[in-house]
């Protein structure tokens, strides 16, 4: 089995506890966190490998664990709630941190890094593609003006400017929300890996073997569903 969206360890353990003797789980992750949490929980685990990367790279986990199929894939979409209570990972608008919002902090650049150099139209268009935001083009004006005064590097300052330049939002939703969505998204370039990574999933079940998708937001949603019904139709 594989739990390619590891986090710390939930999906993991319950997997475990169902495994004999002869089972084989393979997790990735490509947070640091979770790689420490892999070695301090399951590491004596002799049926537990773990894989430091992202889920587009579960071919290289499967080859290096010599295995020839699996019977089951787990994706658990998006950001997990330790990262969200982690004020120095910057997901969180409701407390205050460095504008990080990468899940490998060890490559790539910042949320911070790239407010401070996008073009107000990129701002906008990632508000809007991937926040569904839409006083996107508001925001977009707002944060760039306001990086004029200062550089945007907390999260609640980012919030801040988001609830300002937020006419109306949902009642009991923060204003922030759908922005620090499209954000996080864009620095980690969800959307564009999960086809990939479901297509290769899929490549890798052997016959009989089960796909199982777990997803928070429409956007997530729409590309699994539209997946799973092109493999589920009948070829005419």
Same mark, same amino acid.
């Given at each position: ?13 319950? #997997?475990?506890? !169902? ?12 947070? $640091? ?15 537990? *490998?773990?894989?430091? %990367? ?5 071919? *290289? ?7 020839? %199929?699996? &019977? %089951? ?16 990972? $910057? ?31 990129? #701002? ?6 991937? =926040? ?16 004029? *005064?200062?550089? #945007?590097?907390?999260?609640? *300052? ?13 009642? =009991?939703? &923060? ?7 499209? #954000?996080?998204? &864009? ?19 052997? !016959? $009989? %073997? ?18 799973? !019904? ?7």
């Amino acid at each position: 089995y594989l739990d390619a969206t590891f986090g710390r360890g939930g999906h993991s353990r319950a #997997i475990l506890e !169902k495994l004999n003797e002869q089972g084989v789980l393979l997790a990735i992750d490509r947070d $640091g966190a979770a790689a420490e949490c892999a070695a301090r929980d399951f590491g004596t685990d002799a049926r537990f *490998q773990f894989y430091r %990367g992202s889920f587009i790279e579960m071919e *290289q986990c499967v080859a290096l664990a010599n295995l020839d %199929g699996l &019977h %089951g894939v787990l994706l658990d979409l998006g950001v997990s709630s330790p990262q969200l209570d982690d004020p120095s990972r $910057g997901f969180s608008f409701q407390l205050d941190g460095p504008l990080d919002m990468r899940m490998d902090q060890s490559v790539g650049c910042t949320a911070a890094q790239w407010l401070a150099t996008a073009r107000e139209e990129e #701002i906008a268009d990632v508000l809007w593609r991937f =926040g569904e935001e839409k006083f996107s083009r508001r925001m977009a004006k707002a944060l760039v003006a306001a990086r004029a *005064q200062a550089p #945007i590097t907390r999260t609640q *300052q980012l919030a801040g400017i988001l609830a300002a330049a937020n006419p109306r939002w949902e009642q =009991g939703k &923060h204003p922030a929300t759908r922005a620090f969505q499209a #954000i996080r998204i &864009h620095v980690n370039k969800e959307l564009e890996q999960i086809p990939q990574a479901l297509e290769m999933a899929f490549g890798l079940l052997r !016959k $009989g %073997g089960r796909l199982v998708v777990i997803s928070f937001h429409s956007l997530e949603d729409r590309l699994v569903k539209h997946f799973m !019904k092109t493999k589920t139709e009948p070829v005419r």
